[in-house]
């Protein structure tokens, strides 16, 4: 591995998501703030990548550059080998296509059902994905619910209502930013283990924000983001 997050892999293999020199900065009432300073990044397609950090370390404003999310200051992001423009029109599209988000909170809409929330991007997109849904929902424990409100699901279900809805258009990556840390320690493994096993057989990559290491010690790879750069970290055990 080297001092950069960048792992070893076959140059021919293009990479599902890449930053270079990636430098992203906010004004303060003490002056200007550098939250990242040159982020090399690369993620390769199948790969599960934690960042890991404590709060206020930068790593979900990474992670919104990663998506498209927010505009960088210098350096790049790309797709698929493809750089990534925020203000491209089109964008919307084009992420919906490529990346799935998992945020802390669900963001779910409690006027729709479980399959409603589920299907909603095919139906911005004018996709049919209601088969996709059902299987997704059915592999995370959910096929009984899916006419479910989210006001009868707990926390964890809701959660992973959030899962199957950012992997039903097939994402190549799925960025998630803290998405079991408003959960107890057991929904939270379940929570994961569910996103990591149904990522997986989906052959998609998995790049997981997380400030806590032992859930994510199975992970390919783990990364820290320390003084706006990302180095390689030694993943700790599980108790």
Known sequence: MGATGTPRIIPSVTLVLETRALRKGYASA??????????????????????????GSGKSTLLHMLAGLDTVDGGSVHWDGEPVDPGARGLAGRRARHVGLVFQHHYLLAELNVLENVTLPGRILGREVRDQARELLQAMGLGERERATLHSLSGGERQRVAVARALVLGPKVVLADEPTGSLDRASARSVYAVLRDTVRARGAALLIVTH??????????????????????EPELSP
């Open 30 to 55: 003490r002056g200007r703030v550098e939250v990242l300073r040159g982020v090399d990044l690369a993620v390769a397609p199948g790969e599960i990548v934690a960042v890991l950090g404590p709060s």
């Open 212 to 233: 806590d290491e032992a859930l994510v010690a199975d992970a390919d790879r783990h990364v820290r983001l320390e003084s706006g750069v990302l180095v390689e970290s």
